[in-house]
């Protein structure tokens, strides 16, 4: 992990055994002594080695001089009437993330951002006109945690817990894998966050061989965003496709379901308008999913999660109707399939999936080719 210009290392996003090893080797100190240090900043969310009142004098200020807690600074955050709460990250350079927190139901899911950006280009998300910068370093990534965490620690009586954790917020998370796989170990750890492996879940695109690599390294949930039944139009939504065609892809989350202690796969699929939402899409998708479920011997190995698209400036899709949704969701319910749908949240704060768009320096160029896109369907229009 790289460290800050003046040399300290920044504590957060050090694994358990990263820490205990740092102790031990730079530190000279004993090894529970990172347990301790992990409580006070993982339970406490406390930053100020002073105030780690069980630490001798002497470790304080060899921490001091050559270490730090340090968060991702808020640059604002912004409450939805709904309860959901959106927070703006500020990173280097201009860049900035978005975090997502949505209580329902006695639940409290965030949602975490792997990158700044995103390079994948599906057709239909936000963050994707927004182009990519850099994978966040493991310190960033759970340092998103650490803040929502910090502010629900706040709230009276602790009416909005966080239970759960999605790494589907911006970027693909299979494209920064080893920051990824230890910031879901510290989500994990008691002496972290103590999340259950059912309760951390990780979405992609379809990297087939990352997915397999994960299910070596990370015992937690996976959902996959599917968004299409049949090849041609999955690849026009989701170019990674081409590389990584369904078969190939449902394949992976077959291995992936029998080597983990996962009970079932998540498959996203977002609904637009004429695009996807068809009678035809819903018996493809049918059919895929009851072939998933046999081959995987379980009747509930497959679920599927239906978004309603949330339209953004400049987009060329539209929702789904309310009534298509319904008549969508019947035609899996039919057939068998474990079939929900995803209500809509944050609207009025732009914090609805795939809505995040945060403050990306773009290396890819593509946020001036969105705008100049943009602008020409302006002035056609006009």
């Not at 927190?101 to 390079?119: A, E, H, M, Y």
């Not at 001036?368 to 056609?380: K, P, T, V």
Request: hydrophobic share 40%.
């Amino acid at each position: 992990m790289a460290a800050p210009k003046d040399g300290r290392v920044n504590l957060l996003g050090l694994d358990r055994s990263a820490l205990e090893d740092f102790f031990e080797r730079e530190l000279g100190e004993k090894r529970y002594r990172a347990h301790q240090v992990m409580k006070w900043m993982y339970h406490r969310h406390v930053t100020d080695f002073g105030g780690m009142t069980d630490l001798g004098k002497a470790l304080r200020g060899k921490l001091e001089e050559r270490c730090e807690v340090r968060p991702p600074a808020v640059v604002f955050d912004k409450p939805s009437a709904d309860g959901t709460h959106k927070w703006l990250l500020g990173m280097d350079a201009g860049n900035a993330i978005e975090t997502v927190f949505i209580p329902d139901k006695g639940r409290g899911t965030l949602c975490v951002s792997s990158q700044v950006g995103c390079g994948l280009n599906c057709q239909f998300c936000s963050t994707a006109t927004q182009g990519f910068n850099r994978n966040l370093s493991a310190a960033e990534v759970i340092g998103q945690v650490f803040v929502a965490a910090r502010h629900l620690g706040n709230v009276p009586h602790r009416e909005r817990k966080l239970t759960n954790v999605v790494m589907m917020g911006m970027g693909e998370p299979l494209l920064n894998f080893e920051n990824v796989v230890t910031a879901m170990s510290l989500m994990r750890d008691d002496l972290g966050f103590g999340l259950a492996g059912k309760r951390v879940t990780l979405s992609t695109a379809g990297l087939v061989p990352m997915i397999d690599a994960l299910a070596a390294r990370a015992d937690v949930a996976l959902a996959v965003s599917l968004h299409a039944p049949n090849d041609e139009l999955r690849t026009r939504l989701v170019p990674l496709n081409k590389k990584h065609p369904i078969a190939e892809l449902m394949a992976a989350c077959l291995r992936y379901l029998r080597s983990t202690k996962i009970d079932s796969i998540t498959f996203e699929y977002t609904l637009m308008r004429g695009v996807n939402d068809q009678p035809e899409h819903a018996r493809e998708l049918a059919a895929l999913m009851r072939q998933f479920c046999r081959q995987a011997q379980d009747a509930h190995a497959a679920k599927v999660n239906l978004i309603p698209f949330n339209p953004f400036p400049g987009t060329r899709f539209e929702r789904s109707g309310e009534a298509e949704i319904r008549a969508f969701q019947k035609q899996l319910l039919d057939a068998g399939v474990l079939t929900m749908v995803r209500r809509t949240r944050g609207d009025d704060i732009d914090a609805a999936c795939g809505q995040l768009k945060g403050q990306v320096m773009d290396r890819t160029r593509r946020q001036a080719e969105f705008r100049r896109r943009l602008e020409g369907g302006a002035d056609a229009a006009a």
